[in-house]
């Protein structure tokens, strides 16, 4: 009998805060990245944080990006590994209630545990063995000689690809299975299992979940919103 899954993204999903974001800022705090690219950066985080146009994050994050992969080639394994262990030893106990019980809740019922992510995978393995995951996929980034090379395996674009993978593997069944995710990246993977949900989603997901019916979970505070779709629109479950 084949088995249920539940595939989670992590960053913003099960995770208060991105760990690929805050691994950047440390590699600058540790001046493993140029400071001025930090400076710059900074002034983009604050352009989020004070939601000055709808693409402030898309922006802070593609600079977080470019920052971290114009210099990879500059770090050494084993010092990425040790930003990594800073911000997860500071902020890997900071999970989204909904989706943390959700996760062991399914655990306990017998469902396989998926992490897709968008973030490498040492970090992604290291946040999700407190919850009993049982397959962590991040991006995986080339080495040679200790150091990073810039070359990298991409999850974050093609989560339902490495999931259809994993699925064959694993002898899983997409009846009845969950999938979790925020943005727009996650849809395709969303789209593969019976009960997907959209959580917290960013305004592209949104548009897709209410498109095609989809669960929506809003966390806020101390407060969880849980709205099913119910003869053309949603309501409050």
Same mark, same amino acid.
């Given at each position: 009998?084949?088995?249920?899954?539940? &595939? !989670?993204?992590?960053?913003?999903?099960?995770?208060?805060?991105? @760990?690929?974001?805050?691994? =950047?800022?440390?590699?600058?705090?540790?001046?493993?990245?140029?400071?001025?690219?930090?400076?710059? #950066?900074?002034?983009?985080?604050?352009?989020?944080?004070?939601?000055?146009?709808?693409?402030?994050?898309?922006?802070?994050?593609?600079?977080?990006?470019? @920052?971290?992969?114009?210099?990879?080639?500059?770090?050494? %394994?084993?010092?990425?590994?040790?930003?990594?262990?800073?911000?997860?030893?500071?902020?890997?106990?900071? #999970?989204?209630?909904?989706?943390?019980?959700?996760?062991?809740?399914?655990?306990?019922?017998? $469902? !396989?545990?998926?992490? #897709?992510?968008?973030?490498?995978?040492?970090?992604?393995?290291? !946040?999700?063995?407190?919850?009993?995951?049982?397959?962590? @996929?991040?991006?995986? $980034?080339?080495?040679?000689?200790?150091?990073?090379?810039?070359?990298?395996?991409?999850?974050?674009?093609?989560?339902? %690809?490495?999931?259809?993978? $994993? %699925? &064959?593997?694993?002898?899983?069944?997409?009846?009845?299975?969950?999938?979790?995710?925020?943005?727009? &990246?996650?849809?395709?993977?969303?789209? #593969? =299992?019976?009960?997907?949900?959209? !959580?917290?989603?960013?305004?592209?997901?949104?548009?897709?979940?209410?498109?095609?019916?989809?669960?929506? %979970?809003?966390?806020?505070?101390?407060? @969880?919103?849980?709205?099913?779709?119910?003869?053309?629109?949603?309501?409050?479950?």
């Amino acid at each position: 009998m084949k088995r249920k899954f539940a &595939a !989670f993204d992590i960053d913003g999903t099960l995770g208060r805060t991105s @760990i690929f974001l805050q691994v =950047v800022h440390e590699l600058i705090n540790m001046g493993l990245l140029p400071q001025n690219a930090g400076l710059e #950066l900074g002034e983009k985080l604050k352009e989020y944080k004070q939601r000055k146009h709808p693409l402030a994050f898309s922006e802070y994050s593609q600079m977080s990006v470019d @920052i971290l992969f114009n210099n990879i080639h500059k770090i050494k %394994v084993d010092d990425y590994r040790k930003a990594v262990d800073k911000v997860l030893n500071d902020t890997s106990t900071h #999970l989204y209630s909904y989706t943390r019980d959700l996760a062991l809740k399914l655990k306990a019922e017998g $469902y !396989f545990l998926i992490a #897709l992510s968008g973030s490498e995978q040492y970090s992604v393995e290291k !946040f999700t063995k407190q919850l009993g995951f049982d397959l962590s @996929i991040g991006e995986t $980034y080339h080495q040679t000689n200790g150091y990073m090379t810039g070359q990298i395996e991409e999850v974050f674009n093609n989560k339902d %690809v490495f999931l259809k993978k $994993y %699925v &064959a593997e694993h002898d899983l069944t997409y009846k009845n299975s969950y999938a979790i995710g925020d943005s727009k &990246a996650d849809a395709k993977m969303l789209e #593969l =299992v019976d009960n997907p949900i959209a !959580f917290n989603p960013e305004d592209r997901l949104y548009k897709i979940a209410k498109d095609n019916g989809w669960k929506i %979970v809003v966390e806020r505070k101390n407060v @969880i919103f849980e709205l099913e779709h119910k003869n053309g629109t949603y309501i409050l479950a």
